[in-house]
């Protein structure tokens, strides 16, 4: 028999049972209003992947414009980004768990747009790291808003598949970023300034696009319910709401901090493998930016397909690949996919040639963000009742903050740690990111794999039943399985 710990990854028989109704009938049961609910939060999250790696694409020719002979320069507004985006994700997390998903997330989007457009107006350097401080506590708060939108108002046997398609929109994001370099970016004399206006326009869109779609069902819910009983006081509403906010910290402040230390690795993670990546390329392996940018591309179909695959029953060539994610469960599929990336490192820093370095960049990035497609749908079933925009987004920015120094590390590594590369003939000694990157990628992965083991599992929980944060019981409220027919919950036990 398998080791109790083994043991416990895999979701119990009979929740697993209960999960298992054919996806396409629940499918074709969703209504227009569930599929553009969830359009509209993977959008946003879409939206924020656009404007945060443009500046991870642009590093070059940000340091001709600000005239800064090292990259570790222009990563400094990187790290100054993920350091601040916690903010973002408190003040709008709380915003929505108290006031709904919908307009939050519209001022969300709208504050991103705003910044995006100023960014293309900086002339100084000290210009561009205010400003882009300024947007990451804008961008904070995109993820927890649109995860919960997206998610909380599906069936629980479509949720393994959301999540997948929901984290996907960050790597749709690198990819619409990485087409926009290679192919606006060079053919306008305003260069990467072009690339800041026309993703400022991206975020417009997705906010007038959720402003035209209803509030989330769970919320209405609860505010007919407010009305049915005369209890719909703002006042009232904001006290309990607080009340439960201490409530929810003094019953799972253990259960936080272990959503911060996953995230923290989960973000050292898909950060070190991409922020500096273009940039490895070009000053390691002597890429141009065309090829660089390329490669990138290719990296990230592979994280596109790593989601559609984990997350997803699909049918391809009359063959059927299982929900992963959904009948595994979510901690067994995280570890399955960090320990493939970490078996493709040697591919990802060793190899010379265009071909081979892609197609490293393609299995290390299945791997990566394959494990990131079940994060959405982990830390919503984990979060404690009432709080599943503010405790995920929170969670997943305080990682987010942890790792910020990812480039940095990863830069400075760069001019410590130095190899020789033949170009036009000549050695020529240049940083060597590939060490570097490799010797990061493969201790984050194990401290992923060891976190992701020691964690709860809430597989199959139906959160939408529970109350909302300014109810009365909010923080504690705990679905009664046998009221909710065909209920699904299962919470693995803690060795």
């Not at 009983?229 to 309990?240: A, E, I, P």
């Not at 992963?324 to 067994?332: A, D, E, P, T």
Request: proline share 4%; hydrophobic share 45%; charged share 15%.
């Amino acid at each position: 028999m398998a080791p109790y710990i083994i043991r416990n990854l895999v979701p119990r028989r009979q929740a697993r049972d209960a999960n298992r109704k054919p996806l396409l009938q629940v499918l074709r049961s969703l209504t227009w209003l569930q599929w553009l609910q969830f359009f509209t939060g993977w959008i946003a999250w879409t939206c924020d992947a656009i404007d945060f790696f443009n500046v991870a694409l642009s590093v070059t020719r940000l340091q001709e414009q600000f005239h800064k002979s090292k990259p570790a320069a222009i990563t400094s507004a990187i790290t100054f980004t993920l350091l601040v985006r916690s903010v973002g994700a408190v003040f709008f997390g709380v915003l929505s768990d108290r006031y709904g998903r919908k307009w939050p997330l519209v001022a969300n989007l709208l504050l991103c747009s705003v910044i995006q457009l100023g960014t293309s107006f900086v002339q100084t350097f000290h210009q561009f790291l205010a400003v882009r401080t300024l947007f990451g506590i804008a961008m904070g708060g995109v993820w927890g808003l649109a995860s919960s939108t997206a998610l909380e108002n599906l069936p629980v046997e479509a949720r393994g598949l959301a999540s997948g398609v929901l984290q996907q929109g960050y790597a749709v994001g690198y990819l619409i970023s990485a087409v926009l370099n290679l192919y606006l970016v060079p053919k306008t004399r305003y260069t990467w300034r072009a690339l800041f206006w026309t993703t400022s326009t991206i975020s417009v869109s997705a906010a007038i696009l959720r402003a035209f779609v209803p509030e989330s069902e769970v919320f209405l819910r609860a505010k007919a319910q407010e009305r049915a009983h005369g209890t719909n006081n703002t006042g009232n509403k904001t006290k309990v709401f607080m009340r439960q906010v201490g409530a929810m910290l003094k019953m799972h402040w253990s259960l936080c901090i272990y959503a911060i230390l996953l995230m923290a690795g989960f973000n050292f993670l898909s950060h070190g493998s991409q922020d500096l990546y273009p940039t490895y390329l070009k000053n390691t392996k002597g890429f141009d930016n065309y090829h660089a940018i390329v490669a990138t591309i290719i990296g990230n179909c592979g994280a596109i397909t790593s989601h559609l695959f984990i997350c997803s029953p699909h049918y391809s060539g009359g063959a059927i690949a299982g929900s992963v994610s959904q009948y595994i469960g979510r901690r067994l599929t995280i570890i399955l996919f960090v320990l493939l990336s970490g078996v493709f490192i040697p591919l990802w820093i060793l190899p010379s040639g265009f071909s081979t370095l892609a197609a490293g960049a393609f299995c290390v990035q299945f791997g990566v963000q394959g494990a990131w497609g079940v994060i959405p749908i982990q830390l919503a079933e984990m979060s404690p009742p009432g709080f599943r925009a503010t405790f995920p987004g929170v969670a997943y920015q305080i990682g987010n903050m942890i790792s910020s120094a990812s480039a940095q590390i990863e830069a400075v590594g760069g001019d410590n740690l130095k190899t020789t590369v033949i170009k036009n003939g000549k050695r020529v000694v240049v940083p060597d990111y590939a060490t570097v990157q490799g010797i990061l990628l493969g201790a984050i992965a194990t401290f992923v794999i060891f976190i992701t083991i020691i964690g709860p599992e809430n597989h199959g929980s139906q959160f939408e039943k529970q109350k909302t944060a300014f109810e009365d019981g909010g923080a504690t409220d705990i679905v009664d399985e046998e009221k909710v027919p065909g209920s699904t919950e299962t919470i693995n036990e803690k060795p």
